[in-house]
């Protein structure tokens, strides 16, 4: 690889990293229940991808629809991944939330080894151990006082679950569809799950203040076009030993952004869980990841 695209494919990375950090923001930004934010977030991308599909719909080979159940499975947990997440990050710090949602690669190791019997390392085991310690030092403040855990706090790991099995059936529908299509279609059944959440909810999807207008057409922009874009441009040309720790290292740009943005100043204890825990998610990762081979996943 040149120099030229080697230096493009980490400043995607950092660009998507930067992205995704604002979604915390977006969902505080807007005065909205967070199915409502996650529906438009979905909504308005999947609808500025239709020229990007269109025209690259005739450079690709013929789609195989009857492998299309994967990305409509995928964007159902896509639908609760969102739904839960955003609210919790009404109910909790940004941090927390961002940091508890990014525990998926626990979840889907802990899967992996329970549903699919994958072998795991004593490696596995450590940095499970050290995320759940790292965990309970950031959560542990509403413990200690009344021996209750905070609900965002609670629906931020629902939400990582959610994103594992997302993730575990995106490994098993890239083989079949190719990327842009596959996420395109995840994106529109996620949309479609989501109006059912809001209907279910009986969330109002229209009478919000031209504030919270931008504030969907920025999270859809930022966060979820441009931030998924360039991640999946990094991924395509660098190995994921690359990009999988740079992406844990989110819930840290996102507590550093939170501070002069929404005026959240986490504890010291927070501070040192936050940092035990991203490394322990980082040896599970590795430990789940070390069977795979080092090539871009393109």
Request: with cysteine; charged share 10%.
């Amino acid at each position: 690889m040149s120099q030229n695209k080697l230096f493009l494919a980490y400043a995607a990375l950092g660009v998507g990293v930067l992205a995704l950090s604002f979604s915390a923001m977006f969902v505080r930004w807007a005065d909205a229940p967070g199915p409502v934010i996650g529906f438009y977030r979905v909504l308005i991308a999947t609808v500025l991808f239709v020229p990007f599909v269109i025209q690259r719909q005739k450079k690709l080979p013929p789609l195989q629809w009857r492998w299309l159940w994967f990305p409509m499975f995928a964007g159902l947990f896509t639908a609760l991944d969102f739904a839960t997440w955003n609210t919790a990050v009404q109910f909790t710090t940004a941090a927390k939330a961002t940091l508890l949602g990014n525990t998926a690669p626990l979840w889907v190791a802990l899967i992996a080894l329970i549903v699919f019997r994958e072998r795991m390392r004593g490696t596995f085991w450590f940095g499970l151990a050290l995320a759940l310690i790292g965990a309970a030092l950031v959560v542990g403040e509403n413990f200690a006082e009344n021996l209750s855990v905070n609900l965002g706090d609670l629906l931020a790991s629902a939400a990582a679950v959610f994103y594992a099995i997302y993730q575990l059936i995106i490994q098993r529908g890239r083989k079949f569809l190719d990327p842009f299509r596959y996420t395109w279609f995840v994106g529109l059944s996620a949309a479609v799950f989501l109006c059912a959440i809001n209907f279910a909810l009986d969330n109002p999807l229209l009478g919000y203040s031209s504030n919270t207008w931008l504030v969907f057409f920025a999270t859809a922009i930022v966060s979820q076009m441009i931030g998924y874009l360039a991640i999946s441009y990094a991924l395509g040309h660098l190995p994921a030993s690359v990009v999988s720790p740079t992406l844990i290292g989110q819930p840290i740009l996102t507590a550093v952004l939170a501070v002069p943005l929404l005026g959240e100043i986490p504890t010291a204890a927070q501070w040192l869980g936050g940092a035990i825990a991203l490394a322990g998610i980082y040896i599970v990762n590795r430990a789940h990841q070390q069977a795979l081979p080092e090539t871009p996943n393109a």
